[in-house]
T-cell receptor, first 113, second 113 residues
Framework: DTAVSQTPKYLVTQMGNDKSIKCEQN?????MYWYKQDSKKFLKIMFS???????INETVPNRFSPKSPDKAHLNLHINSLELGDSAVYFC????????????FGPGTRLTVT | DQQVKQNSPSLSVQEGRISILNCDYT??????FLWYKKYPAEGPTFLIS?????DKNEDGRFTVFLNKSAKHLSLHIVPSQPGDSAVYFC????????????FGKGTLLTVNP
C-alpha cells in the first residue's frame, strides 16, 4: 500500500494551460510538502501545510496555488503554465517534530511545451 | 545561495569497498541532518539522520559522521553493494517551528560489481 502517492506521474501540456497535481498520504502525518526538482537537480521546498494550515511559502510565483482539503491531501494547482515550470514535482509528508523525516511520493514529471 | 553543498557530483566504487559521500553546510543554525537515497523515476527515500548533539550515528551498513566545527558531514557505506547505486542527497533542518529541509544537489554513487 503506497505511503505517499501522486497523480499523474507524467504531465505534458502547452504553455498557458492550467493544471493540477494531486497528492495523498496514508501515513497519518500532520504535515505535507511540495518540492520542485529543476533541471539542475536541486530539490527546493515550495510549500508546506501543517493540519491544513500553510506554514512554509517560499518565493514561488503566485500562479502556483496549493490546496489542502484535509491532513491527508495536498494538491498543487498551476495557472498559466510557462516553459520554466517544466520540472519534477515531489510531494512529501512528515510529522512536524524535531527529527521528523519526510517521506516522498514518486514525483510528477511536468513538461510544458 | 547554496547552504548545503555536495561537491562531488559522482562517485564510483567497487563492490565490497567503502563508499564515502561528503556534504558541507554553511548555516550554523542547522541542527539536524538527513541523508536520502534516490533511484531514477522514484522519490527520495530516507536513509539515516543525525542530530547536531551527536557526532556519529550508525544503522547497519550506513554510518553518518558529523563534524560541527568544520560544518561537514559524511555518509559511509560499508560494504558497498550494487543495489546502493543511486543519487544520495544530504539535507539539513534549519530548526524553527516549521522544520524546513534544505537539500544539497546530490551525489551519484555507482557501485561496480
Amino acid at each position: 500500500d503506497t505511503a505517499v502517492s501522486q497523480t499523474p506521474k507524467y504531465l505534458v501540456t502547452q504553455m498557458g494551460n492550467d493544471k493540477s497535481i494531486k497528492c495523498e498520504q496514508n501515513l497519518g502525518h500532520d504535515t505535507m510538502y511540495w518540492y520542485k526538482q529543476d533541471s539542475k537537480k536541486f530539490l527546493k521546498i515550495m510549500f508546506s501545510y501543517n493540519n491544513k494550515e500553510l506554514i512554509i511559502n517560499e518565493t514561488v510565483p503566485n500562479r502556483f496555488s496549493p490546496k489542502s482539503p484535509d491532513k491527508a491531501h495536498l494538491n498543487l494547482h498551476i495557472n498559466s503554465l510557462e516553459l520554466g515550470d517544466s520540472a519534477v514535482y515531489f510531494c512529501a509528508s512528515s510529522q512536524l517534530r524535531f527529527g521528523g523525516e519526510q517521506y516522498f511520493g514518486p514525483g510528477t514529471r511536468l513538461t510544458v511545451t | 545561495d547554496q547552504q548545503v553543498k555536495q561537491n562531488s557530483p559522482s562517485l564510483s566504487v567497487q563492490e565490497g569497498r567503502i563508499s564515502i559521500l561528503n556534504c558541507d553546510y554553511t548555516n550554523s543554525m542547522f541542527d539536524y541532518f538527513l541523508w536520502y537515497k534516490k533511484y531514477p523515476a522514484e522519490g527520495p527515500t530516507f536513509l539515516i539522520s543525525i542530530s547536531s548533539i551527536k557526532d556519529k550515528n550508525e544503522d547497519g551498513r550506513f554510518t553518518v559522521f558529523l563534524n560541527k566545527s568544520a560544518k561537514h558531514l559524511s555518509l559511509h557505506i560499508v560494504p558497498s553493494q550494487p543495489g546502493d547505486s543511486a543519487v544520495y542527497f544530504c539535507a539539513a533542518n534549519s530548526g524553527g517551528s516549521n522544520y524546513k529541509l534544505t537539500f544539497g544537489k546530490g551525489t551519484l554513487l555507482t557501485v561496480n560489481p
